[in-house]
């Protein structure tokens, strides 16, 4: 018998991520994708389509509500006051998943390659609406699934989003 893959499956249309073992559903969540839809050029804050792999992991170790900026810890921890002091800021809390294109021309390489826009998995403040979108293209998630599916994906793991 051939053993079934995990993948992770991102919705567009529910707005959820889901976990896959083989046809079995082992994790799922509401997220929030970009604001202004599906699609993969280069600077049109839409979340990218088709098949990809997690390139990194990053952040383990750091406190639930550490801020990212450019993939490296700030040093600062998100609250809501903060959140209050920076309304324009782009929140990316506690963890990353940075996505990496499969499907050359798509969203691998050139002006569609998803590593080179920065795509992420991300945290975002629990205040932030999840199920309708919302991001700059990332896919966004509360802190406490975040780090559920962070503890259960490795590096190479194969992710469609559509």
């Known amino acids: ?22 046809r079995k559903v082992v994790f799922e969540t509401p997220v929030s994708l970009a604001k202004n839809g599906p699609g993969e050029e280069m600077g049109s804050e839409c ?42 800021r782009d929140w990316i809390l506690t963890r990353i998943l940075w996505l990496s294109g499969l499907e050359p021309g798509k969203n691998r390489f050139g002006k569609v390659d998803t590593m080179g826009r920065y795509i992420y998995i991300h945290g975002v403040p ?3 609406a999840m199920g309708i979108p919302g991001s700059h293209g990332c896919i966004r998630i509360h802190n406490g699934p975040l780090l559920e599916l962070f503890a259960r994906v490795k590096p190479g793991m194969r992710i469609f989003i559509g």
Not at 50 to 68: D, M, S, Y
């Open 47 to 88: 979340t990218p389509r088709g098949w990809h792999q997690i390139r990194a992991k990053i952040g383990a170790g750091c406190p639930v509500n550490t801020v990212f900026r450019g993939r490296r810890p700030t040093g600062e921890i998100y609250t809501p006051k903060l959140g209050r002091a920076y309304p324009e």
């Open 1 to 22: 018998m051939v053993k079934l893959e995990s993948y992770i499956r991102v919705h567009f249309l529910e707005q959820r991520l889901t976990l896959r073992q083989g």
């Open 126 to 128: 629990d205040e932030t």
